[in-house]
């Protein structure tokens, strides 16, 4: 499978991907990168302490990799969490519970499809 056949599979933007990082090779390498990444896993930890202000953190470095990678699913996915958590403090109370969960969801499906295609 090419890299061009792999972000069509996980339904994001190969063309956006390549015009910004020039080579497939280094394409796969940052995949590799975002998989190694504990960006996501800081948000679900903030996420479950009601951090708002470290869900925001975590979700606006999460929308910036994941828009370098032109991984526009998940892209989609976590710029509601920023938007919903922009300046938030910690004794907010706001629900994302739906955000934080579709985000979940997209990005368990794309690492698991990252991790299957990088071993290949």
């Known amino acids: 499978m090419t890299v ?3 972000y069509e599979s996980i339904n994001c933007d190969y063309q956006a991907a390549i ?3 020039m ?8 995949l590799g990168k975002f998989v190694a990444n504990n960006a996501s896993q800081d948000l ?7 951090d708002y202000p470290g869900v ?3 979700a606006h470095s999460l929308k910036g990799v994941t828009g370098n990678l032109a991984l526009t699913a998940l892209f989609n996915k976590i710029v509601p969490v920023v938007e919903a958590t922009r300046n938030k ?3 907010a109370s706001i629900n ?10 997209e990005y368990e499906f794309v690492v698991s499809q990252i991790e299957k ?4």
């Not at 080579?23 to 940052?30: G, L, N, V």
């Not at 994302?96 to 969801?105: A, R």
């Open 4 to 6: 061009k056949d792999f």
């Open 19 to 21: 015009n910004m990082m």
């Open 23 to 30: 080579m497939d090779e280094f394409i796969k390498r940052m």
């Open 44 to 50: 679900f930890l903030a996420y479950e302490k009601h």
């Open 56 to 58: 925001f953190a975590a």
């Open 89 to 91: 403090d910690v004794n």
């Open 96 to 105: 994302i519970d739906k955000e934080v969960n579709d985000y979940k969801s």
């Open 117 to 120: 295609f990088l071993k290949k």
